[in-house]
């Protein structure tokens, strides 16, 4: 029987966010492997992949730099080339595609729909819940804890608990929030054993080469030398235990993680 594909109608702030810039989240599961000539190499991930999107107005130059000394993070900016497909929105199809349960964590006047009953979060442009599907009674949902893109994270966590997601999806609109939000989860992913993708796309223009960063459970510190938005997305949907060489989205970024097992 063939899967219902996830669905989104953008309003005209996302439309136009999304052709600029993107902590993502995922099961990690026992097929959390890639395949190199003979070689099989396992890497250590999370239970709970997060992926995030950063858009809004380019932050300084320090991403990723600015954050190489936080434990368990590695990252690189993208190589300027011309990107067919949006990142966010292609791995998000393919987890629901995949079965996954999600949390999805959008920006209002975007609408979601997928095969089953997901949690989906549309947020203002003060990153408040404006809209919560299905309906939660929950103190979760009380403005302070969302606000601040960092306290929201601690939020995001406590959400996760209650509904466990497979995988966490996340926007926000702020990206100078971005080192703060990427110390949080290299401080506290492993401990609650996620794994997040977090990344700002490049501009179409080629003005800005955007950047990725991995951080949290099997990650290892480092600059990550050529990686790309296809090589991005392929690494998301690699320790989300999804197929990621169907389409062509490059390669995992294997040097990011630590291998448990060669065959």
């Not at 320090?62 to 966010?88: I, K, L, W, Y």
């Not at 609650?192 to 990650?219: H, Q």
Request: aromatic content about 12%; glycine content about 10%.
């Amino acid at each position: 029987m063939l899967k219902q594909s996830a669905r989104f109608h953008a309003g005209h702030f996302f439309r136009t966010v999304m052709l600029s810039l993107t902590l993502w989240a995922a099961a990690g599961c026992d097929d959390n492997m890639t395949t190199r000539g003979n070689a099989r190499e396992l890497t250590e991930t999370g239970e709970l992949t997060v992926l995030i999107q950063f858009a809004g107005t380019p932050f300084g130059n320090s991403m990723p730099e600015a954050v190489a000394d936080f434990p368990s993070t590695a990252g690189g900016r993208f190589h300027a080339a011309q990107v067919d497909f949006d990142c966010f929105h292609t791995i998000i199809e393919a987890a629901d595609n995949a079965g996954k349960l999600l949390m999805v964590i959008i920006p209002e006047g975007e609408q979601f729909s997928g095969s089953r009953d997901h949690l989906v979060i549309c947020i203002d442009s003060r990153g408040i819940p404006a809209e919560v599907s299905p309906f939660l009674n929950s103190d979760l949902f009380t403005d302070s804890l969302w606000e601040d893109p960092v306290v929201r994270q601690q939020t995001i966590l406590d959400l996760v608990a209650f509904f466990k997601p497979d995988m966490v999806f996340q926007f926000i609109q702020k990206q100078r929030s971005s080192p703060g939000v990427t110390q949080f989860w290299s401080e506290h992913g492993t401990e609650n054993n996620t794994t997040v993708a977090i990344y700002a796309s490049p501009a179409e223009d080629g003005s800005y080469r955007g950047w990725g960063i991995f951080t949290g459970k099997g990650i290892r510190n480092g600059l990550l030398e050529g990686l790309d938005v296809p090589g991005f997305t392929a690494t998301v949907k690699m320790i989300s235990g999804m197929d990621w060489n169907n389409n062509g989205h490059g390669y995992p970024a294997m040097q990011a993680f630590y291998a448990t097992e060669t065959e």
